[in-house]
Nanobody, 121 residues
Framework: QVQLVESGGGLVQPGGSLRLSCAAS????????MSWYRQAPGKERELVAAVTSGSGVKNYADFVKGRFTISRDNAKNTVYLQMNSLKPEDTAVYYC??????????????WGQGTQVTVSS
């Protein structure tokens, strides 16, 4: 069972920065695909950024390109989301998601508990 614990959320002014962390346990981290999602009040959860296992290919939602960076440290079993130039519309609960393929090649997904990010002056 994969367990995920996010940290690093908080209150920041527009234009500021935050770095979110997601520590994983319960599975070989390097074999997990990792992603960050967010959910604002009254809105659906949406993908922010993702990084694959193995080659570590990254992709981003258009609304964060050039501002957010996803990275992973396999030695620390942790994925990060560096968020720069934050805007009020980035306010949301941010969730970490892990994906792993089991012995039958079925993908299984796991979610963290979420961390609140509030961008406000």
């Amino acid at each position: 069972q994969v367990q995920l614990v996010e940290s690093g959320g908080g209150l920041v002014q527009p234009g500021g920065s935050l770095r979110l962390s997601c520590a994983a346990s319960g599975f070989t981290f390097s074999r997990l695909s990792m992603s960050w999602y967010r959910q604002a009040p009254g809105k659906e959860r949406e993908l922010v950024a993702a990084v694959t296992s193995g080659s570590g290919v990254k992709n981003y939602a258009d609304f964060v390109k050039g501002r957010f960076t996803i990275s992973r440290d396999n030695a620390k079993n942790t994925v990060y989301l560096q968020m720069n130039s934050l805007k009020p519309e980035d306010t949301a609960v941010y969730y970490c998601k892990a994906g792993r393929r089991d012995s039958s090649a079925t993908m299984n997904y796991y979610w963290g508990q979420g961390t609140q990010v509030t961008v406000s002056s």
